[in-house]
């Protein structure tokens, strides 16, 4: 979805250095979520903000952390990356005034860690 | 949060209506059922959403039976491009499991010509 943007798209990084993903959105969503997703299998929910003072852990926040800097943005970062955690990242938003929360993903950001 | 069983994968061919069924026995009262397309490295993409009976749009067609324990995502007379994962979810607003969608590993849909 064009109103959903990554930042990078692709990103190449050695292990232990600090990466950040960033996603920016037009739609005036509140809520917002990171999911990585590895060859193969769905995706797994990491981090998600429901307005900029709410921030939840997910499945697999354990090595990353967010930051919800504006209604519109929500970055992720990888602390110190790790070879595992290679993978596909995807920001989402949606609409908290619907009852049926459907999410409008990014394109994604691929991200190898060495 | 509710669990969602469906085929791992299935074969179509062109102009063939595809129909994908979802189990999800322990669907709470306030989730609704939404099916998601994802093409190879692109996000997954919002298809169809119901919560009882039947729901179509421009693309599918979403069957929902009274009790609720499964759907039927009804692709008709589907093409090359429809080759794709297809997720099923449960969940919404509300409901106990409100931003945590489970993506699960989807059917694979592979159209042939």
């Known amino acids: 979805d064009a109103d959903v943007t990554q930042t990078p798209r692709n990103r190449i990084t050695k292990t232990g250095k600090r990466i950040m993903l960033e996603c920016s959105q037009t739609k005036g969503h509140d809520r917002m979520y990171w999911y990585r997703q590895d060859p193969g299998l769905g995706l797994r929910l990491i981090y998600y903000s429901f307005d900029v003072k709410d921030i939840n852990k997910g499945e697999i926040s354990d090595g990353y952390s967010v930051s919800r800097q504006a209604q519109a943005k929500f970055s992720l970062s990888l602390e110190s990356a790790i070879p595992n955690q290679t993978a596909l990242y995807f920001c989402?938003?949606?609409?908290?005034?619907?009852?049926?929360?459907?999410?409008?993903f990014g394109p994604g950001t691929r991200l190898t860690v060495l | 949060l509710a669990k969602t069983t469906q085929p791992i994968s299935m074969d179509s061919y062109e102009g063939q209506e595809v129909n994908i069924t979802c189990s999800h026995n322990n669907i709470a009262t306030n989730d609704y059922i939404t099916w998601y397309q994802q093409f190879p490295s692109q996000g997954p993409r919002f298809i169809i959403q119901g919560y009882k009976t039947k729901v179509t749009n421009e693309v599918a067609s979403l069957f929902i039976p009274a009790d609720r324990k499964s759907s039927t995502l009804s692709l008709p007379r589907v093409s090359l491009s429809d080759t794709a994962v297809y997720y099923c979810?449960?969940?919404?607003?509300?409901?106990?499991?409100?931003?945590?969608?489970?993506f699960g590993q989807g059917t694979t849909l592979q159209v042939k010509p």
């Open positions: 989402a938003t949606s609409d908290r005034g619907t009852n049926s929360d459907t999410q409008y």
């Open positions: 979810l449960v969940g919404g607003y509300g409901s106990s499991n409100t931003g945590k969608l489970i």
